[in-house]
């Protein structure tokens, strides 16, 4: 269907929309990428080298099945919004995106980093899990998990992969500490470029805080992205013992996202996560790593049958699913191709995106002669020699 006003038909008209609509500094923000972006290209790149086999022309599926489920929740394609802290990107926040994930049927993750109270995504999306990092003492991450608990957060993200690189080779954009006078006055002319936005912002009661409620020691104010970001990194490294730690007293559903490595994926499940993401942080993080797509099948052999093997990185349409699909993911999990939804039509933008994307599965699975998104095999895909670059049980 040809785009219109209110609709666009791929993520790549989305993230047009989202250029125009957003200041040149929020736009940068949500592309991010570290350093050179070898890793953030190649998350995209990766998908076009693999092929599907042959289509079928004849004795095709009527209807397909796309539901499934994903650390127990039920959804209605096999795509679920990653965490990621949507800070100045859209007045509604995650809210916006616990709005458009519902409307889509399906779930999302809650970053610690969010702009939105847990409690206020839950009323919106139950279907919703909670990521933290390892930031602060064991006291305090406790806190954090608990009050998503309490909020109805039905599984627990451990994110892990972050190893605080920084610099952009094409220049990070200075993002305040705080929106006070100061910084707006510093960032009046690049809202005059962009009025649309300004206005929005200022219709849902002024512009963005900055800060992360989530974060917030029981009883204290939201801290800003920064104060805790400070916290973060002054943490020591999560060790095995730590993160068995964090599984047992969850209890629940646990995933542990931005496993590269099928050993890593192997101590993850003995340590007794339900489920491993298969992630290099969307290329923002160690740039130079493969595509996340790359490490997919040595870790899908690794513990496929023992946990829920999700991937994120690169999708940018329902093609794109079905590959990580036949390569051994359950299901996949989307970051930017959400937020240029959001930025370009709000919540609407949102489930417009899960939307192609469920469009482009089923047709995919037509063409394939595939009745359900369960049916996928490897043989669907037709791998290169050398895609995984050595990356192996
Ligand atoms: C702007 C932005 C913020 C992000 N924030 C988080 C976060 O707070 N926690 C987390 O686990 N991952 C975060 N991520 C990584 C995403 O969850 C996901 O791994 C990545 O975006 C997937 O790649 P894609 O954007 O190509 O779909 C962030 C990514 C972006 C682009």
Redesign the pocket.
Known sequence: MASTRDWFETVAEARRRARRRLPRSVYL??V?GAEKGVTLRD?VQAFSELRFAPPRIADLPASRELATTVLGQEISLPVIA????VQAVHPQGEVGVARGTSEAATAM?L?S?ASMPVEEVAAVNPKFFF?VYWSGDRDTILARMERARGAGAKGL?V?LDWSFSNGRDWGSPAIPERMDLKSSMRLAPEGMTRPRYVLDWFRHGGLPDLTVPNMARPGEPAPTFFGVYGEWMQTPPATWADIAWLRERWGGEFMV?GVMRPDDARRAVDIGATAVSV?N????NLDGTPAAIRALPAVADAVGGQAEVLL????RRGGDVVKALALGARAV?????Y?WGLAANGPAGVRNVFDVLRGGIDSTLLALGRRSVHDLVPGDVIVPEGFTTGLHK
């Not at 990653?82 to 802290?85: A, E, H, R, Y």
């Not at 942080?281 to 923002?284: P, V, W």
């Not at 999990?333 to 191709?337: D, Q, S, T, V």
């Open positions: 923000a949500l991010a998350n990653s965490p990621t802290g993750g970053s980093f990521q993200i994110t996202k992630s942080h969307g290329g923002n994120d990185g690169g999708i999990m989307i970051g930017r191709a937020l």
